[in-house]
């Protein structure tokens, strides 16, 4: 079994430390990315951070987790969490597990927030922890 997880970050991800801290907190994704790893070692897993703002490069990175034999996916759409059946699909046609991961609760903010596709099509979602989230995401990933 493949000890590599896929952690895929959509729009505007990239800007963390700096967007909205109040709501995004002050780490940056490198920041993330440094908790992941040194996470990731202890559980004997590796993990390939990408980030892109662009739709189509997280539904081919969902596919190529696929290929590829990955462990899982921690997947932080973004905005494309509302809005996008294309991921949706795509989650639905890979037998990875796909983690749904969330910096901030959508569900104290605004209302268009609460309807999450990726979460309906992901094995579960980890929300509201700030950072945090995605270790909590990567420790369930290693427990599948």
Known sequence: MSTIVYVLNGPNLNLLGMREPEIYGHDTLDDIAGM????????????????SNHEGHLIDWLH??????????????????????????????????VIEVHLSNPHRREEFRHLSWVGKAALGTVAGFGANSYVVALEAAARL
Do not use: C, M, W
Not at 72 to 81: P, S, Y
């Open 64 to 97: 190529e987790a696929q290929s590829a034999g990955a462990h899982a996916v921690l997947l932080n759409a973004g905005a494309f969490t509302h809005t996008s059946i294309a991921l949706y699909d795509a989650i639905k046609s890979i037998r990875t597990p």
């Open 36 to 51: 992941l790893e040194d996470r990731a070692r202890e559980l004997g897993l590796e993990i390939d951070l990408r980030q």
